[in-house]
């Protein structure tokens, strides 16, 4: 049965719910040898590309070396996850060469694993050329097989209890895990603002929700969370020629949510996978960030 890419919602568990585990598994090895033969054999096969974050957005076929590499990677991470005896993790990957600010990775996920001993990843990824962005939950192999710009995933281990609390959401419904979600996107969105979100700002406005579900409802009150946890947003020196090409050519970068203030003194606060992994040890969230490279 072939389907294209869907949005995280109830169709896709519902799907998932009807197969057997051995059926899974083996339509799971099957979709992989036959995109690698694909690859291999025609140099013809192109993934979806129509949703990322923290990549690229040009159009662009993988050759086989990426695919194989990009599998690897996702085999190697699954396999240190295990013996981490972790069931939630916060996973990143490196999309995007951002070395001239200073940041090593571009996107964060949140991964867990289910009952079935497979790990998973429920993150914000943006339309390639729009303004908006949808929630989504991928295996491993889609989570690596985007075009990356370096073969290295990191992860930070939370703590016992904040496992616990994202757990239980990560494992509910879909409108709990996406009810702080905003759809209008900007890649540079303003950290405490509330007119864009960035894919590595809903993971984090997600971790305060489940830190205190009964009390946190909106995106306001997860961001006071965060502050009063003693958060600190990464940023970034762009100037003004380099702030006006952005939202000039790209449809997903916007500033005018950034006070004018910072904003003119080309001082750009977003969330970044960096600040939030140095912030996680630094609150007594997390454990220091794991780093695995092929």
């Known amino acids: 049965m072939r389907r294209a890419p869907t949005n995280f919602g109830t169709y ?150 904040v496992q616990a609390q994202l757990l239980a959401v990560l494992n509910d419904s879909p409108a709990r895990i996406t009810r702080l979600h905003a759809a209008p996107y900007s890649i540079v969105s303003y950290a405490w603002g509330h007119k864009y979100q960035q894919s590595n700002q809903w993971a984090i406005e997600m971790l305060a929700a489940a830190m205190e579900p009964g009390t946190i409802r909106t995106r306001e009150q997860a961001q006071a969370w965060l502050q009063f946890k003693g958060y600190e947003p990464g940023v970034l020196k762009l100037g003004p020629l380099t702030r006006l090409g952005g939202r000039v050519g790209s449809a997903n970068v916007a500033f005018d949510d950034h006070p004018n203030e910072k904003r003119f003194s080309d001082r750009i606060e977003t969330v970044t996978v960096d600040s939030v992994f140095a912030w996680l040890p630094r609150a007594g969230l997390g454990a220091a960030p794991v780093v695995l490279k092929l």
């Not at 090895?29 to 129509?50: D, E």
């Not at 076929?61 to 590499?69: C, D, L, W």
């Not at 949140?110 to 390639?128: I, S």
């Open 12 to 161: 896709e568990i519902e799907y998932r719910a009807r197969l057997s585990r051995p059926r899974r598994m083996l339509r799971a090895i099957l979709q992989v040898f036959a995109a690698a033969a694909a690859v291999v054999l025609a140099g013809l096969f192109l993934f979806p590309l129509n949703a990322h974050a923290g990549r690229s957005c040009e159009q662009q076929k993988p050759g086989a070396a990426a695919v194989i590499k990009g599998m690897q990677l996702a085999e190697r991470t699954a396999q240190g996850l295990d013996a981490s005896g972790a069931r939630v993790v916060l996973l990143a990957r490196a999309g995007q060469d951002l070395s001239k600010y200073g940041l090593r990775y571009s996107h964060l996920g949140l991964a867990y694993k289910t009952d079935a001993g497979t790990w998973r990843v429920v993150h914000k990824l943006n339309q390639c050329g729009t303004a908006v962005a949808a929630i989504y939950r991928q295996g491993l192999g889609d989570f690596f097989l985007d075009d990356l710009w370096r073969h290295e995933a990191a992860w930070v281990i939370p703590a016992p209890a």
